[in-house]
């Protein structure tokens, strides 16, 4: 079966601007999680989506927003672009949350400049 | 504060050694911990996943161990191959609808 996919793989944005990343998960999973990964922070949690409804959220400020759809596709925006937002943006999801593994996807890629 | 940690120095082994990776948490109960494994330019792939009433658990060459007195897990490969040179994460979770904390990671290198 498919695994999760995000797109784009690579983003280049200026300061200020907004930006939206998505992420379909596989097939039957219902929740859906972002994570923030830079060199010197590791993995971040952004949050986490559970049929449609936002279960769990880091400790991110309020330009970092998503979103679940009914098919439990996913979006994440970013709005207000910082020099310090330049990462690699990880979508996973799972069939059961953290009771069972999660599914990460390849990544997006975001540079801001 | 919640703190996950993992070594941050790379371990380097000799290939047919059995590597041990080490996660330490405080000020943190978890009732699930997963070990994942992340590739340079790739999401992290699920390893193993233990629940806080289970003391250990086996996969192939793999094996987890979770002492909730120590507060710690520790990941060992047996039989390591240059192949299992990665970098590996521990994440933990207080409870079935938390969300999934990650270390992190410790790099592995595993020489021919």
């Known amino acids: 079966k498919a695994g999760v996919t995000q797109t784009p793989r690579y983003l280049i944005k200026t300061r200020g601007q907004q930006v939206t990343l998505s992420c379909s998960p596989i097939s039957g999973h219902r929740s859906v999680s972002w994570y923030q990964q830079t060199p010197g922070q590791g993995l971040q949690f952004l949050f986490e989506?559970?049929?449609?409804?936002?279960?769990n959220k880091g400790n991110f400020p309020g330009r970092f927003s998503g979103r679940q759809f009914s098919n439990s596709r996913s979006e994440m925006n970013v709005s207000t672009l910082e020099l310090g937002d330049s990462a690699l943006y990880l979508c996973?999801?799972?069939?059961?949350?953290?009771?069972?593994?999660?599914?990460f996807g390849q990544g997006t890629r975001l540079t801001v400049v | 504060s919640q703190k996950i940690e993992q070594n941050s120095e790379a371990l380097n082994i000799q290939e047919g050694k059995t590597a041990t990776l080490t996660c330490n948490y405080t000020?943190?109960?978890?009732?699930?911990l997963q070990w994942y494994r992340q590739d340079p330019g790739r999401g992290p792939v699920f390893l193993l996943l233990i629940r806080e009433n289970e003391k250990e658990k086996r996969k192939e060459r793999l094996k987890v161990t979770f002492d909730t007195t120590l507060k710690q897990s520790l990941f060992h490969i047996t039989a390591s191959q240059p192949a299992d040179s990665a970098t590996y994460l521990c994440a933990l979770a207080k409870s079935s609808g938390d969300k999934l904390t990650f270390g992190t990671g410790t790099r592995l290198a595993v020489r021919p």
């Open positions: 989506y559970f049929s449609e409804t936002q279960r």
């Open positions: 996973a999801s799972s069939i059961e949350g953290v009771r069972a593994e999660a599914f």
């Open positions: 000020n943190y109960s978890p009732a699930y």
